[in-house]
């Protein structure tokens, strides 16, 4: 962190770059860590001119509690579930992230039902995230209605979790091996009434929120990203499908039954604001999609087809696996010395690239926006710090 | 408030029937106090979530206990709710969020990383073991996280605190009701009972069953 620091002093000691003749002297302004907009403990340093934002740095740590460290402490199964404290709103996709990349090194079999059911509690868990992110990105706006109603349906989703795996927000679900439990008697019928539910209210948020003027005039043209600077940023996710660019894993590298369902990646154009929040809002009309698909056809058979107290060997070797979370792309890098404990976890997590995106984002616009463009990258500050 | 504290006690004291007027005052600023606690917006990681579940979803709705005021400047806020991990980096900050809160403040540890650090509480390098480390603690909701229920449970355990708690004849201390967060029915005798029960228990060790148990320990702990 010490390298930073000297930088950001560097920076703040450094001769003004303002050259025009209207501008004025340059301040820094300090957002965070304890900030509403943050979403969580995260800190941004502002470059201003006047209403202008020059520069935004991050400055990050202010959560970080070694969670790669610790995965070398246990075993495999045992790291299944630090992976939910990183990216919360996304748990079961983190754990299918670890699942996954230790099922191809230690080549664990698999049958169609544990992906079916991993593949629909993801899908469930894309809409809930979604939801919760449409709900505080119009209170970062200044709407406090959309708040309410995305809550309110995000409960409903709340309510299957809790029936079948018994925690509302970190699952620690999917294992190497299978998933914990099978699916409770009441599942399907309760997601195909969930699903009725949701498509009757989607209207609603467009009514609310995507045909209000306001939101329009507030996010077009706010927050631009290029195709090309998003690819060198490494950006993922829906950041990355507003810019334009169609990338995601469920098409390109298909894991679980995604290969079997129809659904299609909504693609920005201009990769403003607008955009970031238009195809979230269609991926969450994809992921009902793919759930309907999905929910009158899972199959028959075994949930967990290892012994849960099994030990797991993995050959030795680097092995890396990745997953689409409802941020972008998780990616865990396993370094494995044939023992049962990992030698070495790496977690590259979808937030941290997003975020160093804010830098080309903000820069140039005006310190009103920066709120809007933050919020509509949608970060998870411990998926961040780590 | 600080008027108030510091003369009325002195004042009225003295004259016939003040001490009951003073008592009076106590339950008086007491009850309100308990009924309009105003939670600063701080949160760290997934208890965020739930805390946020607990005061905008209007299934749980805070609103009923008059605690839905929730403010980003801990100058206005009276209760900070600790809602995550405190990490080393963090705690010095979180030490002076709680300095810049105006008296009287109360603080609630949610979830298992506030009270003792958590899943992080082995291995990591960075966790605080528990936010009483930094700050006192008032009142603590256990879960990982704790579902908004149980962070409404903590929050009328506050608020029967605060009720039955500070007096201004000794601003600053803080009666703890232990009964405030057993279950219905649980009397301090059955309380007791447990505890002499468990206490003979523990104090009724087998020897040669402990050691044989520790031998199968070590012996893992070397395969590990």
Redesign the interface.
């Known amino acids: 962190m010490s390298v930073h620091v000297s930088t950001l002093q560097a920076r703040i000691s450094g001769e003004s770059t303002a050259s025009s003749p209207l501008s004025t002297e340059e301040y820094f302004v300090n957002m965070g860590p304890q900030h509403p907009s943050t979403h969580g403990v995260l800190r941004l340093v502002l470059r201003l001119d006047g209403e202008t934002v020059r520069e935004v740095v991050p400055v990050l740590g202010y959560i970080h509690r070694g969670i790669e460290k610790m995965g070398e402490h246990g075993n495999y199964r045992q790291f299944v579930h630090l992976v939910d404290r990183m990216d919360y709103l996304s748990a079961l996709a983190n754990n299918w992230a670890v699942t996954m990349v230790v099922e191809k090194a230690a080549k664990m079999e698999t049958n169609d039902r544990i992906q079916a059911i991993r593949t629909l509690v993801c899908e469930l868990q894309r809409i809930q995230s979604h939801q919760l992110w449409w709900g505080v990105f119009g209170m970062d706006l200044g709407a406090f209605t959309p708040f309410f109603y995305g809550l309110r349906d995000r409960e409903q989703i709340c309510d299957i979790f809790e029936k079948t795996i018994g925690a509302r927000l970190t699952m620690n679900y999917i294992q190497p091996g299978g998933v914990m439990y099978d699916i409770h008697p009441d599942f399907v019928k309760d997601v195909k009434a969930f699903l009725t539910y949701f498509k009757s209210k989607m209207p609603e948020y467009d009514a609310l929120m995507t045909e209000n003027v306001i939101i329009q005039e507030r996010l077009r043209g706010i927050g631009k990203l290029s195709a090309e600077r998003a690819i060198a940023l490494g950006a993922t996710g829906p950041v990355l499908r507003a810019s334009g660019v169609a990338h995601d894993l469920r098409k390109s590298e298909p894991y679980g039954l995604y290969s079997q369902v129809d659904f299609d990646v909504p693609v920005g154009t201009t990769g403003d604001c607008w955009d970031r929040y238009w195809v979230r809002m269609e991926e969450m009309r994809q992921s009902v999609r793919i759930v309907e698909q999905l929910i009158d056809n899972i199959p028959e058979g075994k949930t967990f087809l290892v012994k849960p107290a099994a030990k797991i060997k993995v050959p030795a070797g680097v092995h890396y696996s990745h997953v689409e979370t409802a941020r972008g792309v998780l990616g865990v890098l396993l370094v494995s010395n044939g023992k049962d404990a990992p030698y070495r976890i790496h977690c590259r997590t979808p937030n941290f690239n997003n975020l160093w995106c804010i830098g080309e984002m903000a820069t140039g616009g005006r310190i009103g926006d920066l709120v809007a463009t933050l919020s509509s990258i949608d970060i998870v500050v411990p998926d961040i710090d780590r | 408030m600080g008027v108030i504290t510091d003369n009325l006690p002195g004042v009225l004291e003295p004259l016939p029937g003040g001490s009951v007027l003073v008592t009076a005052v106590d339950q008086l600023i007491n009850w309100s106090r308990s009924n309009s606690l105003w939670p600063l ?6 208890c ?3 805390m ?2 607990a005061t ?4 749980h709705d805070m609103a009923r206990f008059g605690a839905e005021v929730a403010r ?1 400047s ?1 100058r206005q806020a009276d209760l900070l709710v600790i809602a ?2 405190i ?1 080393k ?2 705690a010095p ?1 979180l030490r002076t ?1 709680y300095e810049q809160m105006a008296e009287p403040r109360y603080v609630m540890a949610t979830g298992s990383c506030a009270i003792c650090g958590g ?2 509480m ?6 605080i073991r528990g936010a009483d480390e930094i700050i006192p603690v008032d009142v603590y909701v256990p879960g ?2 704790p ?1 908004p229920e149980a962070f409404f449970y903590g929050l009328l355990t506050l608020q029967k605190m605060i009720r039955e708690g500070e007096s201004i004849r000794h601003p600053g201390e803080r009666r703890r009701p232990v009964l405030a967060a057993l279950p219905e029915g649980m009397t301090l005798d059955d309380i007791r009972k447990e505890m002499q029960d468990l206490l003979s228990h523990d104090a009724n060790v087998n020897m040669t069953e402990a050691a044989a148990e520790g031998a199968h320990y070590s012996a893992e702990l070397k395969d ?1």
């Open positions: 917006t701080f949160g760290t990681s997934c965020a979530i739930e946020m579940m905008g979803a209007a299934r980003p801990p995550g991990t990490v980096r963090m900050r969020l899943p992080f082995y291995h990591s390098y960075t966790t990982c996280p579902r590990f």
